[in-house]
């Protein structure tokens, strides 16, 4: 899960879309509401909300060019709005703002590492599409890519990631498992394949590390990921700094 | 369509309009193979438009015409590298492509060292130079270049035009480029297409060194076909 959200995270961050993908994550609020309520998987309604409302946001903004972040900081506060008024109890809601890993069965685990899997492969066939059409969206059509296609296969893709990444962290930190990762990365990286494996690495040593110090100081295992990921954020800022790797 | 003949492209009756605002006006042009043609006009005249309409990124209306077999490259005026973590030769070979080398060569980029930078640290003449390199890899008959010397200095222009020049002649190539240097027209074109939503002027690139040509492209814009018809 830390592997695939780090290197889908690694375009968002490319987009200019970080704070995009961590807003995006608490979208999911109302879709878990209502799988609640209406008694089925409410991983999937986080998932439908969350592909509904990217579409949504992608679209609106190709039409208006009004700004992802305005977009999204609208879309956010509405969520959030619905999913506290509709979450049927208070304990639920503090669960799906906050994540709880022992509810995990191996099941899901088992589902998550399956569907991890298959992000990154898909991701990986486009990765190379997305990047030429950051750089330029009239050099990527002219060289026969559907940009919109391309878009909107990663916008699923990010969706299923988080989508999972909220069952372990929660809605509020799990945008913090797509970010920080990737940005730990391109202190790094000069070149592309490095940093979507370093993003890749960064978001598994980021998970792994926080779960394992969450498990062994008996601590909720959302914030130690964020801890971990912030340590390492902070040595490649040093890493730079130091070695000039990026200049 | 195909154009026949001499001519890689025809182009007549072209219109282009973004929620009923008109932003080329029944333009109507021809380009002979292996010359290379100038695009010249005030901001906002439509001329980015003009290259977007021939490569088909956008709605038009009448008849565009390429000659048979045509490849087309294509260099935009602006990229986004800055803050891209993505290094020369990665870029050159996105789409599986393998002749970077001889392209690095035609637009004498030899220095090896550079396929390792990354993006956002060239300077802005090896970064023309390389999205040049990017359009010359597929080994295109035409060349579309969106103001090919934005953002560097007077002193790395010329030798990116005596490049191009080079390019043509050796590789048989037909180019359109996009100024706004009158000096660059009457150097190195061999066509003048002036713009101003409309065609103000379309002939050979050594007239407009006459006062008329130049009335024509920079006075009060009148289309040539309006001159035709009072004619």
Not at chain 2, 75 to 104: W, Y
Not at chain 2, 120 to 145: F, H, K, T, Y
Not at chain 2, 201 to 209: D, H, L
Request: charged residues 15%; glycine residues 8%; contains cysteine.
């Amino acid at each position: 899960m830390g592997i695939s959200a780090g290197y889908l995270g690694s375009i968002l961050v490319l987009e200019k879309m970080a704070l995009v993908g961590d807003a995006l994550s608490h979208v999911a609020l109302p879709g878990l509401a209502i799988g609640i309520l209406f008694n089925f998987d409410p991983y999937i309604g986080a998932f439908a909300f969350l592909f509904a409302s990217a579409v949504i946001i992608w679209h609106v903004q190709r039409v208006t060019r009004i700004s992802f972040e305005a977009l999204v900081g609208t879309a956010f506060t509405l969520a959030l709005a619905i999913g506290i008024l509709i979450f049927p109890d208070l304990e639920l809601l503090e669960e799906a703002l906050f994540g709880n890993i022992a509810l995990i069965t191996p099941i899901d685990a088992v589902a998550a590492a399956v569907i991890s899997v298959a992000t990154i492969l898909l991701t990986r066939a486009i990765y190379k599409k997305l990047v030429l059409a950051m750089i330029s969206e009239d050099l990527a059509v002219s060289k026969g890519i559907n940009v919109a296609k391309t878009n909107l296969l990663y916008l699923f893709l990010i969706s299923l990631v988080v989508a999972i990444g909220i069952k372990i962290t929660g809605t509020l930190l799990v945008g913090f498992l797509v970010i920080v990762p990737a940005i730990a990365a391109k202190n790094l990286s000069s070149d592309m394949s490095r940093y979507s494996l370093l993003s890749a690495v960064f978001g598994a040593i980021g998970a792994f590390s926080g779960i394992f110090l969450a498990n062994f100081f008996s601590l909720p295992p959302g914030p130690m990921v964020v801890f971990s990921g912030i340590a390492i954020f902070a040595a490649t800022i040093v890493v730079n700094w130091r070695m000039k790797i990026t200049t | 369509m195909t154009a026949k003949d001499d001519y890689i492209l025809k182009v007549s009756n072209l219109n282009v309009r973004f929620q009923n605002q008109i932003i080329l006006d029944n333009i109507s042009f021809n380009v002979k193979k292996g010359t290379t043609m100038a695009i010249l006009g005030p901001n906002g005249a439509g001329k980015s438009v003009l290259f977007r309409t021939l490569l088909n990124l956008v709605p038009y209306n009448g008849n565009v015409e390429w000659s048979e077999k045509v490849k087309v490259g294509y260099v935009p005026q602006n990229v986004a590298v800055t803050d891209m973590p993505i290094s020369v030769k990665e870029f050159l070979s996105i789409g599986n492509r393998i002749n970077i080398e001889n392209a690095l060569n035609l637009v004498r980029l030899r220095d090896k060292s550079v396929l390792n930078k990354r993006l956002g640290v060239l300077s802005g003449g090896q970064l023309r130079r390389l999205l040049i390199a990017w359009a010359l890899i597929d080994e295109p008959n035409i060349l579309l270049l969106d103001e090919p010397t934005t953002g560097i200095d007077m002193d790395s222009e010329e030798p990116i035009y005596l490049m191009l020049n080079d390019v043509k002649k050796t590789q048989k190539m037909t180019i359109l480029l996009i100024t706004h240097d009158i000096h660059i027209v009457q150097e190195y074109t061999d066509y003048l297409l002036a713009l101003n939503k409309c065609v103000t002027f379309f002939g050979k690139s050594e007239e407009i060194g006459k006062i008329e040509t130049q009335k024509m492209i920079y006075g009060e814009p009148v289309c040539v076909e309006a001159l035709k018809r009072e004619g």
